[in-house]
């Protein structure tokens, strides 16, 4: 078998014990690895509550990882989401991935729950739980300072033991499996850390060819000013979009009631390559290098941490986001998460939050302290308990990112529609809304949204599942990656056949979400956007989202999905993409 | 959809791609909607509803393309033709060719591909997002295709290989150019001033942008403008139409403390390097064709870079003034913007390998309008002088 391993590792926490699972062929054929595999094995399992016993925390390569495909380095942690309910999956970079296919597996399914704290450590086919006790409640750079150097690792920190729903699982310290409270998942079966050393390789079908593939994506790639201009991702950081947004008047500020931050000026990529001078670095295998670390080993805030920690919450001191940034990372916290709850705490309690509150918070909803008791809960349920729900920005409870869909109608389409709750990277339409590729259309119009959105839904579903990065398609395209995948496979295959198979791994998400009750209702956006507008200048104006509109396309979303028009899956459909499914 | 849909159709006349009443472009949204009624309808339907797109065109194109077209296509080696230009390697890979316009032969290769040829009948490109990506397609596939001929007819007759059909497309084509380009009218000099303030610099990058496609000195959305004016760089955007600019030129601040412009053309860093180390304060890069084509005759035996001459070439080659030199677009380890800005110093302009003409000045867009004219029209004048040379007209 070239490219997968042909083997998934089975463990049960509650038994300590742990067999073999070899799909068939055919399994990997339809659900090719990564997001579309961890989905396929948590379907089964998707209507138990999120702490059951039962409840599957996956792992999942895909069978470009541990190749040298561009940008493969990555993987997808997947179970379901203790904040929102639905699918949570987070795709994640570092050198894990490379290390569980080195090591002869494609994936871990993690069940049941260890009376104790352990520590799961893999070499090869040697599985060892380990009493990690002595670390409850430690940070994720104290657990990793009791590693060798360079060790591959998924580590919880405090944020996920003491119950933070938006808690992450964060890998080889830092990359960051967030959003939805993966950590939580993992706290609740009672791991600390997962540690993997692999000492085989993943077989490459034709390395002459994927030479040749390389060659396209790398030529693409160079020809992106988005990713490695001098302005670009590469130089800058994902934060060089700091900028671009405030410029086009999209950047959620004061709790999503302006988008536009006077500071950000003072606050962009630029102040933080002058004073922090940062080095690039990035997953195993990737030539963008989008990840920036300081010239004091500090990790240096991604854009969507830059923004949030600034414009939603009102603070213009640097420092602080570096600082935020850190606390979140070694507590293990999702930062936008954070973040949002934050400005909906200022909201509610109509107080401006001090730079000093703003660390101090974080504190304490890491170590579920005073306030933290509430706000570690989410903003969706802090504004509940308050009464005051429409202070709380998100979609099926989840916060929503830095960017304002008031700016960009595609993006408020894919908010509402995202499987995974509020979420701008199941079709990040930034792509064509904002950075003009691979050509741009018209970011106040929802006409012709709805199959773009649906297209790039399935197109992200197959980076996730190959795995690779999204990033990289501001360039390259499936055309090329057809050709990697063929590669290293030696499966051949198209560019439509992959995007087809895309279709399937998201539908099959629908239908998870489906079984839990989530219907039409659910994929809707916050009030504030249908009443209130943003902020306008010359340039543009940011007006409320027109209600009519934005539900006119979310049906034509729907009939083109194959959804029924409740936005739940049909016989129809199902059978067509050879899916499981009863009306 | 339907503004997007009349927008090409009506693009691909004016561009001289097709003629009046040939573009057939559909659009799907919830449904399929089309700019005309048309036979060929039913065979794109299955196209369309058979891949995960949002548009196709398909149109039989306007001469000289059309013949070109057919003769390429009916020589084609296993169904693919490999043209050496730029945008070919770069977005295309290749041209494949569909010996029948029937759906399934044609779905087949459009679900790896973004066009198709089809001898005596045209090309059909697809877009993902937009009917403008068809548009781009189908542009560049002529632009590709043209380029081509004229290489391919270069080594017929340097190679004593050239047929009756080779010099019939060759003679009705060059008649076509010479004609074409002598019609095309040189903007007035602005007595070499440079401009002051920011509204006539964007003034001037939209209305020379327009200019140049005007001209087809530049296809579908490729080639890029830009000025100079005081610690800023006003550029075209990336993906922006050349004659469509209002609103898509981005400020960039030299001392780069924005990243706003991130959305700025891809050859910012080349402009901006040339800025760094000249006294030119205007920009301007095109895609005329007798320039890329003059770029890639050269038929040097034995070079160990062959087949990699668009990234190491070696030779100091010009095109008389004009110095031809490798790199690939961007900013990658053969990017041109380690080429180009070295080799305009004191040159009106300089040629990269298979992609385009670069023209850089102290004062005026309009001056490098006029040389990109000028230079064209030496590069069509010097490549007919070289086949003249080897007895062949």
């Given at each position: 078998?070239?490219?997968?391993?042909?083997?998934?590792?089975?463990?049960?926490?509650?038994?300590?014990?742990?067999?073999?699972?070899?799909?068939?062929?055919?399994?990997?054929?339809?659900?090719?690895?990564?997001?579309?595999?961890?989905?396929?094995?948590?379907?089964?399992?998707?209507?138990?509550?999120?702490?059951?016993?039962?409840?599957?925390?996956?792992?999942?390569?895909?069978?470009?990882?541990?190749?040298?495909?561009?940008?493969?380095?990555?993987?997808?942690?997947?179970?379901?989401?203790?904040?929102?309910?639905?699918?949570?999956?987070?795709?994640?970079?570092?050198?894990?991935?490379?290390?569980?296919?080195?090591?002869?597996?494609?994936?871990?399914?993690?069940?049941?729950?260890?009376?104790?704290?352990?520590?799961?450590?893999?070499?090869?086919?040697?599985?060892?739980?380990?009493?990690?006790?002595?670390?409850?409640?430690?940070?994720?750079?104290?657990?990793?300072?009791?590693?060798?150097?360079?060790?591959?690792?998924?580590?919880?920190?405090?944020?996920?033991?003491?119950?933070?729903?938006?808690?992450?699982?964060?890998?080889?310290?830092?990359?960051?499996?967030?959003?939805?409270?993966?950590?939580?998942?993992?706290?609740?079966?009672?791991?600390?850390?997962?540690?993997?050393?692999?000492?085989?390789?993943?077989?490459?079908?034709?390395?002459?060819?994927?030479?040749?593939?390389?060659?396209?994506?790398?030529?693409?790639?160079?020809?992106?000013?988005?990713?490695?201009?001098?302005?670009?991702?590469?130089?800058?950081?994902?934060?060089?979009?700091?900028?671009?947004?405030?410029?086009?008047n999209m950047m959620p500020t004061d709790n999503f009631k302006a988008t536009k931050f006077n500071y950000a000026p003072?606050?962009?990529?630029?102040?933080?390559?002058?004073?922090?001078?940062?080095?690039?670095?990035?997953?195993?295998?990737?030539?963008?290098?989008?990840?920036?670390?300081?010239?004091?080993?500090?990790?240096?805030?991604?854009?969507?941490?830059?923004?949030?920690?600034?414009?939603?919450?009102?603070?213009?001191?640097?420092?602080?986001?570096?600082?935020?940034?850190?606390?979140?990372?070694?507590?293990?916290?999702?930062?936008?998460?954070?973040?949002?709850?934050?400005?909906?705490?200022?909201?509610?309690?109509?107080?401006?939050?001090?730079?000093?509150?703003?660390?101090?918070?974080?504190?304490?909803?890491?170590?579920?302290?005073?306030?933290?008791?509430?706000?570690?809960?989410?903003?969706?349920?802090?504004?509940?308990?308050?009464?005051?729900?429409?202070?709380?920005?998100?979609?099926?409870?989840?916060?929503?990112?830095?960017?304002?869909?008031?700016?960009?109608?595609?993006?408020?389409?894919?908010?509402?529609?995202?499987?995974?709750?509020?979420?701008?990277?199941?079709?990040?339409?930034?792509?064509?809304?904002?950075?003009?590729?691979?050509?741009?259309?018209?970011?106040?119009?929802?006409?012709?949204?709805?199959?773009?959105?649906?297209?790039?839904?399935?197109?992200?579903?197959?980076?996730?599942?190959?795995?690779?990065?999204?990033?990289?398609?501001?360039?390259?395209?499936?055309?090329?990656?057809?050709?990697?995948?063929?590669?290293?496979?030696?499966?051949?295959?198209?560019?439509?056949?992959?995007?087809?198979?895309?279709?399937?791994?998201?539908?099959?998400?629908?239908?998870?979400?489906?079984?839990?009750?989530?219907?039409?209702?659910?994929?809707?956006?916050?009030?504030?956007?249908?009443?209130?507008?943003?902020?306008?200048?010359?340039?543009?104006?940011?007006?409320?989202?027109?209600?009519?509109?934005?539900?006119?396309?979310?049906?034509?979303?729907?009939?083109?999905?194959?959804?029924?028009?409740?936005?739940?899956?049909?016989?129809?459909?199902?059978?067509?993409?050879?899916?499981?499914?009863?009306? | 959809?339907?503004?997007?849909?009349?927008?090409?159709?009506?693009?691909?006349?004016?561009?001289?791609?097709?003629?009046?009443?040939?573009?057939?472009?559909?659009?799907?949204?919830?449904?399929?909607?089309?700019?005309?009624?048309?036979?060929?309808?039913?065979?794109?339907?299955?196209?369309?509803?058979?891949?995960?797109?949002?548009?196709?065109?398909?149109?039989?194109?306007?001469?000289?393309?059309?013949?070109?077209?057919?003769?390429?296509?009916?020589?084609?080696?296993?169904?693919?033709?490999?043209?050496?230009?730029?945008?070919?390697?770069?977005?295309?890979?290749?041209?494949?060719?569909?010996?029948?316009?029937?759906?399934?032969?044609?779905?087949?290769?459009?679900?790896?591909?973004?066009?198709?040829?089809?001898?005596?009948?045209?090309?059909?490109?697809?877009?993902?997002?937009?009917?403008?990506?068809?548009?781009?397609?189908?542009?560049?596939?002529?632009?590709?295709?043209?380029?081509?001929?004229?290489?391919?007819?270069?080594?017929?007759?340097?190679?004593?290989?050239?047929?009756?059909?080779?010099?019939?497309?060759?003679?009705?084509?060059?008649?076509?150019?010479?004609?074409?380009?002598?019609?095309?009218?040189?903007?007035?000099?602005?007595?070499?001033?440079?401009?002051?303030?920011?509204?006539?610099?964007?003034?001037?990058?939209?209305?020379?942008?327009?200019?140049?496609?005007?001209?087809?000195?530049?296809?579908?959305?490729?080639g890029n403008i830009s000025y100079k004016l005081k610690k800023s760089i006003y550029i075209s955007q990336t993906g922006?139409?050349?004659?469509?600019?209002?609103?898509?030129?981005?400020?960039?601040?030299?001392?780069?403390?924005?990243?706003?412009?991130?959305?700025?053309?891809?050859?910012?860093?080349?402009?901006?390097?040339?800025?760094?180390?000249?006294?030119?304060?205007?920009?301007?890069?095109?895609?005329?064709?007798?320039?890329?084509?003059?770029?890639?005759?050269?038929?040097?035996?034995?070079?160990?870079?062959?087949?990699?001459?668009?990234?190491?070439?070696?030779?100091?080659?010009?095109?008389?003034?004009?110095?031809?030199?490798?790199?690939?677009?961007?900013?990658?380890?053969?990017?041109?913007?380690?080429?180009?800005?070295?080799?305009?110093?004191?040159?009106?302009?300089?040629?990269?390998?298979?992609?385009?003409?670069?023209?850089?000045?102290?004062?005026?867009?309009?001056?490098?309008?006029?040389?990109?004219?000028?230079?064209?029209?030496?590069?069509?004048?010097?490549?007919?002088?070289?086949?003249?040379?080897?007895?062949?007209?």
């Open positions: 078998m070239f490219g997968w391993t042909g083997k998934i590792l089975c463990l049960d926490l509650s038994k300590k014990q742990y067999t073999t699972l070899t799909p068939n062929q055919n399994i990997y054929d339809e659900y090719i690895g990564g997001r579309g595999l961890a989905g396929y094995y948590l379907k089964e399992v998707i209507k138990e509550p999120w702490d059951s016993e039962k409840m599957r925390l996956l792992f999942f390569t895909g069978p470009l990882t541990d190749t040298p495909s561009p940008t493969s380095g990555r993987m997808t942690i997947m179970s379901r989401s203790p904040l929102t309910g639905t699918l949570c999956d987070s795709s994640v970079g570092g050198t894990l991935g490379g290390q569980i296919k080195k090591a002869g597996w494609d994936g871990l399914i993690i069940t049941g729950k260890s009376q104790n704290m352990i520590g799961i450590e893999i070499i090869d086919s040697s599985i060892n739980f380990i009493d990690a006790s002595n670390l409850k409640g430690s940070t994720i750079s104290e657990v990793i300072s009791k590693f060798e150097k360079n060790s591959s690792t998924a580590i919880i920190g405090p944020a996920a033991e003491n119950g933070v729903l938006f808690s992450n699982i964060v890998l080889d310290s830092h990359h960051f499996a967030g959003r939805g409270g993966l950590g939580l998942v993992m706290a609740n079966k009672n791991i600390k850390y997962i540690k993997v050393k692999g000492t085989g390789k993943t077989s490459v079908f034709d390395i002459n060819e994927l030479r040749k593939a390389r060659e396209k994506i790398f030529r693409l790639t160079a020809a992106s000013p988005i990713l490695l201009g001098e302005l670009g991702i590469s130089n800058y950081g994902t934060g060089a979009l700091y900028d671009l947004m405030d410029s086009r003072k606050l962009n990529a630029y102040q933080y390559k002058n004073k922090y001078e940062p080095k690039k670095t990035g997953c195993p295998g990737c030539h963008i290098l989008c990840k920036k670390i300081g010239k004091n080993n500090e990790i240096l805030p991604e854009f969507e941490t830059m923004s949030h920690f600034t414009a939603l919450i009102g603070n213009k001191d640097l420092d602080t986001v570096v600082k935020a940034n850190n606390i979140c990372n070694e507590m293990g916290m999702d930062t936008i998460s954070a973040a949002a709850t934050l400005a909906c705490y200022s909201e509610i309690k109509e107080k401006i939050i001090t730079k000093g509150k703003v660390l101090s918070l974080l504190y304490d909803i890491a170590l579920s302290k005073g306030i933290g008791k509430e706000l570690k809960l989410g903003s969706y349920r802090y504004a509940e308990l308050k009464g005051q729900e429409e202070a709380a920005m998100t979609v099926k409870k989840q916060e929503l990112p830095a960017y304002d869909p008031r700016g960009a109608y595609g993006m408020a389409l894919s908010y509402a529609t995202s499987t995974r709750s509020g979420c701008h990277l199941r079709a990040y339409p930034i792509s064509h809304e904002i950075l003009r590729k691979p050509v741009a259309t018209d970011r106040f119009t929802f006409n012709g949204k709805a199959r773009i959105i649906k297209i790039s839904e399935d197109l992200n579903a197959v980076i996730d599942s190959l795995t690779t990065c999204k990033f990289l398609f501001f360039a390259a395209t499936l055309e090329e990656y057809a050709q990697v995948f063929y590669a290293v496979t030696g499966i051949k295959t198209t560019a439509q056949d992959l995007l087809k198979k895309g279709e399937r791994i998201y539908y099959n998400e629908y239908t998870m979400n489906a079984l839990n009750g989530f219907t039409s209702k659910d994929n809707d956006l916050p009030k504030r956007f249908f009443k209130n507008p943003g902020t306008s200048t010359i340039e543009s104006k940011i007006k409320p989202l027109k209600r009519k509109d934005f539900l006119k396309c979310l049906k034509d979303y729907y009939k083109i999905r194959g959804l029924d028009k409740n936005g739940l899956p049909t016989k129809k459909e199902t059978e067509k993409l050879g899916i499981e499914w009863k009306d | 959809m339907e503004r997007l849909i009349k927008k090409y159709s009506k693009k691909l006349v004016e561009h001289g791609l097709c003629n009046e009443g040939s573009p057939l472009i559909g659009g799907l949204e919830v449904e399929l909607i089309w700019n005309k009624k048309d036979p060929s309808r039913k065979i794109l339907e299955k196209v369309i509803n058979s891949l995960n797109i949002t548009s196709i065109l398909f149109a039989e194109p306007a001469e000289p393309y059309f013949s070109i077209l057919n003769y390429l296509s009916f020589k084609a080696n296993e169904l693919t033709i490999h043209p050496k230009d730029c945008e070919t390697r770069t977005f295309l890979h290749d041209i494949p060719v569909s010996l029948k316009f029937e759906a399934n032969s044609i779905i087949k290769i459009l679900k790896n591909r973004k066009s198709v040829i089809i001898p005596k009948h045209g090309i059909i490109t697809i877009g993902t997002i937009s009917p403008e990506q068809t548009f781009i397609v189908y542009s560049s596939v002529c632009f590709a295709l043209f380029v081509k001929f004229f290489d391919d007819y270069y080594y017929s007759i340097t190679s004593n290989n050239i047929n009756e059909q080779q010099k019939t497309i060759f003679n009705q084509t060059i008649d076509y150019y010479k004609n074409f380009i002598s019609k095309i009218k040189k903007v007035s000099s602005t007595n070499n001033i440079s401009l002051k303030k920011e509204d006539e610099v964007i003034k001037s990058i939209i209305k020379t942008g327009k200019l140049t496609v005007d001209c087809l000195m530049v296809d579908s959305f490729f922006s139409s050349l004659d469509e600019l209002i609103g898509c030129i981005d400020k960039c601040p030299i001392n780069q403390s924005s990243c706003a412009a991130i959305t700025a053309s891809s050859e910012f860093s080349a402009h901006k390097d040339i800025y760094l180390n000249t006294k030119n304060k205007a920009i301007l890069h095109g895609h005329p064709k007798f320039c890329v084509i003059m770029s890639l005759l050269c038929r040097k035996n034995n070079c160990k870079f062959k087949g990699q001459c668009h990234i190491k070439c070696p030779e100091k080659r010009y095109a008389k003034d004009i110095p031809i030199v490798s790199g690939e677009v961007g900013t990658g380890i053969f990017g041109l913007y380690r080429t180009l800005p070295p080799a305009i110093k004191n040159k009106r302009g300089v040629i990269v390998y298979g992609h385009g003409l670069f023209i850089a000045d102290k004062y005026s867009l309009e001056n490098t309008f006029n040389n990109l004219i000028d230079i064209e029209t030496m590069c069509l004048n010097l490549y007919l002088e070289k086949v003249k040379e080897n007895n062949a007209i």
